[in-house]
């Protein structure tokens, strides 16, 4: 029904509840509404499983961790690997001082050098040869084959098997020199620790 004005007044008769709009209509509003629902759910899970394993904070430290972790096992692989190949060295603590004492007598200061257990990172300390070296330079490798020829083994228990002292004792009874040895157990062989 019209109105005067030019305004339809509603009809009681007239129904626009989606029931009675065509069929393709009602099909067309629920395909968009589930796609628009479907979407939504999608960036929402999207965006709480992109928090979850890469953004928040956990996540961060848990990749930091794992990568810690793998920088590890790698280093320790490799030092495994170093320490097992590392032959230089006798069966005995007494054994591997007396090859050290010839490489001295040699003056063969890569050789000596190659007696010294490998630092934590399976590589050869370079300050050892550099100061192997100066005692060279300085002609004062007599002083250390003489340290070297007096070393007995100390009466201090270190309550390790793979490790040993020598020890160079004053008039009094101190030490007054000493050497540490310690077993490579990887590749079976002593290795001179502190000197």
Request: aromatic share 10%; charged share 25%; net charge negative.
């Amino acid at each position: 029904m019209d109105d005067i004005s030019g305004y339809k007044i509603k009809d009681d008769s007239e129904d626009n509840s989606p029931d009675s709009l065509p069929p393709k209509m009602n099909k067309k509003r629920l395909f968009k509404f589930t796609l628009i629902f479907v979407g939504i759910m999608i960036l929402i899970g999207g965006g709480y499983l992109v928090w979850n394993n890469y953004l928040s904070p956990s996540a961060q430290f848990a990749r930091r961790a794992a990568a810690n972790y793998q920088k590890y096992l790698d280093q320790q692989s490799k030092y495994e690997a170093a320490m097992t190949a590392d032959a230089y060295g006798g069966q005995t603590p007494e054994e591997t001082i007396s090859m050290f004492k010839e490489a001295l007598i040699k003056k063969d200061v890569e050789l000596a050098s190659n007696y010294f257990l490998l630092d934590e990172d399976g590589e050869k300390n370079p300050l050892i040869k550099q100061n192997l070296q100066k005692l060279f330079d300085n002609n004062q490798i007599q002083k250390v084959l003489d340290v070297i020829n007096n070393l007995k083994p100390s009466q201090r228990d270190t309550g390790d098997g793979g490790l040993k002292e020598f020890v160079v004792l004053t008039q009094q009874g101190f030490v007054d020199y000493s050497m540490t040895l310690k077993l490579n157990k990887y590749s079976n062989v002593w290795k001179i620790e502190s000197l």
